[in-house]
T-cell receptor
Framework: DVKVTQSSRYLVKRTGEKVFLECVQD?????MFWYRQDPGLGLRLIYF???????EKGDIPEGYSVSREKKERFSLILESASTNQTSMYLC????????????FGEGSRLTVL | KQEVTQIPAALSVPEGENLVLNCSFT??????LQWFRQDPGKGLTSLLL?????REQTSGRLNASLDKSSGRSTLYIAASQPGDSATYLC???????????FGKGTRLSVIA
């Protein structure tokens, strides 16, 4: 079975802190994605990557950056956390083929105080 | 730009009922459509993936259909159970190097 693992299920950080959210997949998938999910707003795409060292902005990239140094790992970075970044963050991966299935991790609930 | 709509936003049914969840999309040039389930506070679990060349897919009590020309998909749940209570989301994949486009989901409550 495909496994997408997010390193932290729950985090509490203070305003201004730098935050790293890690995501690892074990199926050699080319494509990886970071979403945030907020009540009433649905899933919103932050950044995605189609291959190692590649990254593309999604719909709401402001305040975030990403790193993909290895194929299996995709990190989301909040350079200076703010209270409006309190949210559920979801990582996902899929093969590079257009017909591929998308798999999600368990999510990381971030609270910024 | 592709848009995906799921109506209703919430649905409550008694246990044992058969039910249908709806998903519509504006651009019919899709590669596939995927249905997910999400329990509160958790990630999304993939339920069914329908390729554009397929009309339906089945898994246990779940059956998903796809009508590309009309821009619609339905998820049929037979003999619903309280354990089916969750939010169900659909997402479509368009051509090219583009991410999936998600609907906002339907929150299902099955009452015992």
């Amino acid at each position: 079975d495909v496994k997408v693992t997010q390193s932290s299920r729950y985090l509490v950080k203070r305003t201004g802190e730098k935050v790293f959210l890690e995501c690892v997949q074990d199926m050699d998938h080319e494509n990886m994605f970071w979403y945030r999910q907020d009540p009433g707003l649905g899933l919103r795409l932050i950044y995605f990557s189609y291959d190692v060292k590649m990254k593309e902005k999604g719909d709401i990239p402001e305040g975030y950056s990403v790193s993909r140094e290895k194929k299996e790992r995709f990190s989301l970075i909040l350079e200076s956390a703010s209270t409006n970044q309190t949210s559920m963050y979801l990582c996902a991966s899929r093969t590079g083929q257009n017909t591929g299935e998308l798999f999600f991790g368990e999510g990381s609930r971030l609270t910024v105080l | 730009k592709q848009e995906v709509t799921q109506i209703p936003a919430a649905l409550s049914v008694p246990e044992g009922e058969n039910l249908v969840l709806n998903c519509s999309f504006t651009d019919s040039a899709i590669y596939n459509l995927q249905w997910f389930r999400q329990d509160p506070g958790k990630g999304l679990t993939s339920l069914l993936l329908i390729q554009s060349s397929q009309r339906e897919q089945t898994s246990g009590r779940l059956n998903a259909s796809l009508d590309k020309s009309s821009g619609r998909s339905t998820l049929y749940i037979a003999a619903s159970q309280p354990g089916d209570s969750a939010t169900y989301l659909c997402a479509v994949k368009n051509s090219g190097n583009t991410p999936l486009v998600f609907g906002k989901g339907t929150r299902l409550s099955v009452i015992a």
